[in-house]
T-cell receptor, first 114, second 113 residues
């Protein structure tokens, strides 16, 4: 299994500012994933992050709004840029681990934008 | 485009009753299906993973079945307890889409003591 930690666990931010969320995995993984869960909704994939290459974004998500870094095989960051109240969500990182197909999730970062 | 539906959206049962949670998907070309539990404001905990070649998986009081041809999976929780109260999400992975998961909307479960 994989143990995933995220920082911060929650934050309240002002409109127009940016927040960077960190995701740390306890083992090396090839792909890391960033999901968004809007209030009362299910999860939607934002992007897939591979080490050493640019992230691949899903339809409706762009790099300028959600820049992602993947400096090594255990760490990734997601930045939510120029935030608006519509960005208020839980952001979760995820990965497969240990050669299994099971996907593991971090505890999430609860973001509120005022 | 894969669509995943979970019905009902919410379920309330008395303690001890068996829970039956449904998940349906539109594209049967899946690689696997995974059931998760989410407590309020928290991340996801993986419960069971069923590969496309499997019919069911069991873990303790939990049993998940998969009927790929009809696009359905069912999660059974035996002898429910108040601690089972949570939102249950199913997610399918398409082989052609790499590791991307498509999630259902979830079923919010309340087990009353």
């Amino acid at each position: 299994s994989a143990v995933i930690s995220q920082k911060p666990s929650r934050d309240i931010c002002q409109r127009g500012t940016s927040l960077t969320i960190q995701c740390q995995v306890d083992s090396q993984v090839t792909m890391m994933f960033w999901y968004r869960q809007q209030p009362g909704q299910s999860l939607t994939l934002i992007a897939t992050a591979n080490q050493g290459s640019e992230a691949t974004y899903e339809s409706g998500f762009v790099i300028d709004k959600f820049p992602i870094s993947r400096p090594n095989l255990t760490f990734s960051t997601l930045t939510v840029s120029n935030m608006s109240p519509e960005d208020s969500s839980i952001y979760l990182c995820s990965c497969n681990s240990g050669g299994t197909d099971t996907q593991y999730f971090g505890p999430g970062t609860r973001l509120t934008v005022l | 485009k894969q669509e995943v539906t979970q019905i009902p959206a919410a379920l309330s049962v008395p303690e001890g009753e068996n829970l039956v949670l449904n998940c349906s998907f539109t594209d049967s070309a899946i690689y696997n299906l995974q059931w998760f539990r989410q407590d309020p404001g928290k991340g996801l905990t993986s419960l069971l993973l069923i590969q496309s070649s499997q019919r069911e998986q069991t873990s303790g009081r939990l049993n998940a079945s998969l009927d790929k041809s009809s696009g359905r999976s069912t999660l059974y929780i035996a002898a429910s307890q108040p601690g089972d109260s949570a939102t249950y999400l199913c997610a399918v992975r398409r082989a052609a889409a790499g590791n991307k998961l498509t999630f259902g909307g979830g079923t919010r479960v309340l087990v009353k003591p």
